[in-house]
């Protein structure tokens, strides 16, 4: 092995380390730096969070370009943006500060924008939105806690009492130590009576457990029914009866509708009382009857001189009845 | 008292000859045949055993986070384990164990050698300093090979671990998803952290071993036991630097 093959070795040996570095510098860092492909956009944030240089800046999910620099610039920071030449940023998109993982790797998420407007130019300002970081989120979190504890110890105060008082438990306690007797006859004689009602005892027993039950309300109903059927028919009958008074056909229709009828009953009426005025103030020969007290005296003692007749004849022996009832009368 | 006393004393040794050697790093372009020699020793020999070794630490990462993660649901994160793992810690640890094992027990026992059967003294008697002949060539390619055994390593390891992930009939993990984790979750600058310290342990364990090969006395005996030493000192300098070096740079 001669030394000058020696020397070819170590030289490719070198030029391929030297190789393989170049292509670790280009492959892993930001090996655009040399070349400064893409244009760069300036985002303004209130906070950068875990933002660092070399994080993706991806648009939909898209791989665009990546984050330059970051610097502070007055009373916020901003993150310098090294955006793909190819693509195109609309002037109304927003960058917000993405979070790729748990793992507190973060990226800037620019949303496409609307088609209509104009796209950014290099060195221009892209509008930004804050994004809540874990930070804040776990500090709300922490409030929520906070809270519940707060609504946690109130009830607690509820349920244990204050100072020297029973608390709601402790209330309970008493409440269902006094009671335990009453309601342990409570409970036996509710499940008596349940048992009754499971064996078919009892009117409630029965209405649930008997089927002859069922089936005589069954028939009740049927019965119902066929009284509902008879009560329509005498309902349609009796519309029929009324509408036939309406049209004044028969008697009552006549006695209602007819002027002539009611003229008559009028009159039959005046005749009436006519009479009965007369019979009352004791005219003609009805009203003597009815009001003269003569003519009872005298059948009373035509009576009782009969009566003397026929004791007469029962004293003085065999004499006619012609006889008795002529000195009777006489 | 004594053991501390050698252990400052060597730490000095080897900074004197540290400074020693960058004084004649000028010289360094007139030494080009020695260097590309070392070059050839340090790097292009060592490739096969780093590649084989790194192919098998990547799948066994692999394996082993499959079975761990798999079992809530977090096997896609695999091949960011594998990569950050690689190119971070392992890829450069293991690079510079096995140069301590296999070029810098080399270069001690060369070293070594030389010094026990006075060669070096005839260097310095004909006023050549040993430091610029012997440490510097080696250190300057030390330097130069290193980052292309780590980035070699970096890569054969993922591969291990993709093929891994993809071939165990419990992980099962399209090799796709594999490296969209793996690139989504490590960056140039943990390959570029891992080179830094491979270069740091590299020049360190070459370092340790030509200084330790130097200051060997004695006889044949002392040449192995001045390997040994210089193998088991490099090691725990590694794992110790690389501590510190992580959290520097992390």
């Known amino acids: ?330 | 008292m004594k053991p501390i006393l050698a252990v400052l004393e060597g730490i000095g040794d080897t900074v004197l000859l540290l400074v020693r050697t960058l004084r004649h790093a000028s010289s360094l372009p007139r030494q080009l045949p020695r260097f590309i020699d070392q070059c050839y020793q340090i790097g292009y020999a060592t490739l096969p055993i780093v590649a084989i070794l790194s192919f098998f630490i990547g799948g066994v990462l692999a394996l082993q986070a499959g079975y761990s993660m798999s079992n809530f649901g977090a096997k896609e994160f695999i091949g960011s384990l594998v990569g950050l793992s690689m190119a971070r810690a392992l890829g450069p640890v293991m690079v510079a164990v096995l140069v301590a094992g296999r070029v810098g027990s080399a270069i001690t026992a060369e070293l070594a050698s030389m010094k026990v059967y006075q060669e070096v003294d005839a260097l310095v008697t004909m006023n050549i300093p040993p430091e610029r002949i012997l440490v510097l060539p080696r250190l300057a390619a030390v330097l130069v090979m290193m980052p292309v055994l780590a980035i070699i390593a970096n890569l054969v390891g993922w591969f291990g671990g993709a093929l891994v992930a993809h071939t165990v009939d419990f992980i099962a993990l399209e090799p796709d998803k594999y490296f969209e984790t793996l690139r989504r979750y490590t960056k140039f600058d943990d390959i570029a952290d891992g080179i830094i310290k491979a270069e740091v342990f590299g020049f360190v364990v070459v370092l340790v071993c030509c200084s330790i090969g130097l200051r060997t006395r004695g006889g044949p005996r002392e040449i192995g036991a001045s390997v040994t030493k210089a193998v088991v000192t490099s090691l725990i300098l590694i794992l110790v630097l690389d501590y510190f070096l992580t959290k520097a740079l992390l």
């Open chain 1, 1 to 330: 092995m001669t030394t000058t093959q020696n020397t070819a070795r170590v030289g490719l040996f070198f030029l391929l380390g030297l190789a393989l570095i170049w292509v670790s510098y280009e492959t892993l860092g930001d090996g655009n730096a040399l070349k400064k492909r893409g244009y760069n956009l300036v985002a303004g944030f209130d906070n950068l969070k875990e933002l660092k240089a070399g994080d993706d800046v991806r648009m939909a999910g898209v791989r665009i370009g990546m984050v330059e620099s970051t610097r502070l610039a007055g009373q916020r920071a901003e993150a310098v943006l090294r955006i793909d030449p190819t693509v195109k940023i609309a002037g109304d998109a927003k960058a917000i500060i993405a979070s790729a993982g748990l793992l507190g790797t973060n990226y800037i998420a620019v949303d496409l924008g609307s088609t209509s407007a104009a796209p950014l130019a290099a060195g221009a300002e892209i509008r930004t939105q804050a994004s809540p970081d874990l930070n804040t989120i776990m500090t709300q979190l922490g409030d929520l806690g906070g809270k519940l504890e707060s609504a946690l110890g109130s009830i607690s105060s509820v349920m244990g009492g204050k100072e020297g008082e029973p608390g709601l438990f402790q209330r309970l306690d008493t409440l269902i130590a006094e009671n335990s007797a009453k309601v342990d006859a409570t409970m036996s004689n509710l499940q008596e009576i349940t048992t009754k009602v499971n064996r078919g005892e009892g009117t409630l027993g029965k209405l649930i457990n008997d089927p002859q039950l069922h089936d005589d309300l069954l028939a009740s109903v049927g019965e119902l029914k066929v009284a509902a059927g008879d009560a329509r028919n005498f309902m349609s009958e009796a519309q029929t009866l009324v509408a036939q008074v309406k049209s004044g056909q028969g008697t009552l229709g006549t006695l209602i509708y007819d002027d002539q009828a009611g003229n008559d009953i009028k009159a039959v009426a005046a005749n009436l009382r006519e009479l009965s005025d007369k019979l009352a103030k004791g005219e003609g020969t009805l009203g003597k009857l009815i009001t003269d007290d003569s003519l009872i005296r005298e059948v009373q003692g035509t009576l009782r001189k009969a009566d003397r007749a026929l004791d007469g004849m029962g004293d003085s022996g065999p004499i006619t009845a012609v006889g008795v009832v002529a000195g009777a009368l006489f």
